[in-house]
């Protein structure tokens, strides 16, 4: 069955600490995404990766930091330097861009709820 | 400007209703449109994509698409309390970034 996971569903911060967000995926996408989501903001890019070891910046990725080691998994790192990191985190995938028209979607995982306590 | 306006809504009608969400982008370098429907507290999922002008249609649902007003729409048919959810529009072009609507909230009442 594939699919994307996240974990954990909720999780609380406490002010000055770290936390890691898991995503794993299954549909064998190369491209992988993280957003957060705040109530009439929409979905905000914070990373993306086209490929294992590379990943870019998006428009909020300031006090965030990812990794891909693995085509399968793209943890997102809360860091204390997050001033407001209160949202909902989403974790996306997706193949890369594809001529023939078919296979341009992305797909989401059930998401992540960030309170800092 | 925004790429992607979505108006917000919230959008209230009675069950069974015909119901209209649409966006519109400037970027004309946008070819694939995707439709996602969200529950509160849920991850989105993707109800509909389309990558050519025109309307596809999946049960009650159907995207359309005008590439040359720069327009989507998806209508809902026979609306069901079960609808009642936000509703995001998303679009990309050659590259591998998306760019999405802010949402609309759509409630339907029994």
């Known amino acids: 069955d594939g699919g994307i996971t996240q974990s954990p569903k909720y999780l609380f911060r406490k002010e000055g600490q770290n936390v890691t967000l898991s995503c794993e995926q299954n549909l064998n996408h190369d491209a992988m995404y993280w957003y957060r989501q705040d109530p009439g903001q929409g979905l905000r890019l914070i990373y993306y990766?086209?490929?294992?070891?590379?990943?870019q910046k998006g428009d909020i990725a300031e006090g965030y930091s990812v990794s891909r080691e693995k085509k399968e998994s793209f943890p997102l790192t809360v860091t204390s330097a997050q001033k407001n990191p209160t949202a909902f985190y989403l974790c996306a995938s997706s193949t890369l861009f594809r001529l023939a028209g078919l296979g341009n979607e992305q797909f989401f995982g059930p998401g992540t709820r960030l309170t800092v306590l | 400007q925004k790429e992607v306006e979505q108006d917000p809504g919230p959008l209230s009608v009675p069950e069974g209703a015909i119901v209209s969400l649409n966006c519109t982008y400037s970027n004309s370098a946008f070819q694939y449109f995707m439709w996602y429907r969200q529950y509160s507290r849920k991850g989105p999922e993707l109800l509909m994509y389309t990558y050519s002008s025109g309307n596809k249609e999946d049960g009650r649902f159907t995207a359309q698409v005008d590439k040359s007003s720069k327009y989507i729409s998806l209508f809902i048919r026979d609306s069901q309390p079960s609808d009642s959810a936000t509703y995001l529009c998303a679009m990309k072009g050659s590259g591998n970034q998306f760019y999405f609507g802010t949402g609309t909230s759509l409630t339907v009442i029994p």
């Open positions: 990766s086209q490929i294992v070891n590379d990943f």
